[in-house]
């Protein structure tokens, strides 16, 4: 018997690869000759091919965004929420477009593919991407599909980096910008969270100064570490108050609660998992370390730090928005501390600067900076008129 | 059209540069667009009435202008607009500043607490007046720097700012002679239309 999905899921998915043989040159000035991108799609493209819509990922991210790969698959794509028939991005409405970024480790070229020139895994060889040479390379693959405008560039986090990017290098090829979570360059701080995550990676005993495949093995304690970190960050102390700091009912010393949330009934005077979020992140890098490439981690990392659309105009951001010629949605949530409202302000201050169309969301929401791939409603319903409003006009654009 | 937004709309340039405070569902911006095809940003803080101007396509920031408005350029408007929300602010004084620093001109609404049923109100009730445009009690209103139209004029003289119009209408937005005659006595919204004094 074949699985019934909810009637707004894209269903199941096929990737695809796009190959790409021309040699593109990256910002660092070393450059790939030739790559792949893998890819998927969800909705149907109009004769007038208008109605396209670019979803860009974050760090941990890939092409998989909505639907299942299988009958049996149990987990749909990341941003299964946001995007399906009467969702927020409506595939009866849009043909979406959903890449895995260069670098990264889900089937686009990346550290951990085979150099066609040396037989062997690229691994620490594999060029350092910046978020240009991302969009660099999706407007490439736009050309493939036939796309000379999106009708809007989408992205949370690091995707909405791409998103401003976007806006800025390619303005005649994109109708809006909804930027969602970002920040106009990182901070001192995330910069720094970055690097404990480097360092940890790169100090594991099975890093192999990244050669690690070639040595059949991989930087799983790093990894994991990196993830940690990374996942405090992406949480609220609200939303791990919620989720694990309940008082423990198992644990009754001397009448009263004890504790949050303890795992079993007694403290170990150890340096055991005691308490329940401790093994949480552990489960959650555990995971990750075992579908993630390590390298690619790395690359990622880096893109974010080297973030600056603002650097090719004497770090005036406004001259740089200036660039560009499409609508901006900006949204942030309340208790995200890796890009609090704050950033995204700037971000709209400097577009006010610039004097561009721009409507701004600050949502109150408990869940820190993973808000943006949950369903809170005045997200969704924010994010899902505004792109309602977007095929109206494609609409009567058409008549 | 409501006749309060057929004044305003008169005093606005065709294709000029709008900034709505407190733009509530984006009407005025939406018929601004519309018919005098503005470029229009609107700022807001109540939730539903973001998600309207949104459904509108009207530009909307999610922002208190309590907090300030430093994020907003001198002279990158060309009028500022201010519906209703004087009397709601907390610094009405500075705030008609900020309006003439972000704006070559200014339009301010606001409801005349000289009007005389507020007068009679007070005079005969000893009580706060509570009316269909004045609906809330004292303890729950967010209207907290009431002013009458001498009041206003008062301040534009203090603060050197020049009135280019002033108009007053009753609370079905109608005005006629007798309320032009007796604007502070019988208007109930006060209308004006300022820029600085060069």
Redesign the interface.
Known sequence: MSRQFPSDSVGIIKPQTAHFDEELTLRSGKSLNGFDLVFETYGELNSSKSNAILICHALSGDHHAAGYHSESDAKSGWWDTCIGPGKAIDTNHFFVVSLNNLGGCAGSTGPASIDPTTGKYFGPDFPVVTVRDWVNSQAMLSDKLGIQKWAAVVGGSLGGMQVMRWAISYPERIEHAICIAAAPKLSAQNIAFNEVARQSITNDANFHGGRYLDANTYPKQGLMLARMVGHITYLSDSAMGSKFGKDSTLFDPSGDKFGRDLRSGTLSFGFDVDFQVESYLQYQGERFSENFDANTYLLMTKALDYFDPAIDFGGDLSRAFEQASC?FLIMSFSTDWRFPPARS?EI??HL??A?K??????IDADQGHDSFLLPIP?YI??FK??L??VF??LSSDAA | MRPDLEIIQNWITPKS?VLDLGCGDGSLLNYLKLKKNV?G?GLEIN?KD??S?????V?????NIDEGLT???SN?FDTVLLAQTLQASSKPDLLIDEILRIGEHGIITFPNFGNWKSRLSLASNGRMPVSKFMPHNWYDTPNIHFCTVKDFDALCVEKNVRILARTVVDSQHQGNWAMKAWPNFLGEIAIYHITKNS
Request: one cysteine or more; a positive charge; proline letters at 0%.
């Open positions: 609508k302000r709209v201050e006010l600067k004097k169309d721009i409507s701004y969301l600050e005045r319903d924010g008129s505004y309602a409003r109206e006009e | 540069r470029n940003i939730a973001i998600q101007c949104i459904a509108k396509g530009n909307v920031i999610e922002q994020n907003f350029q990158s």
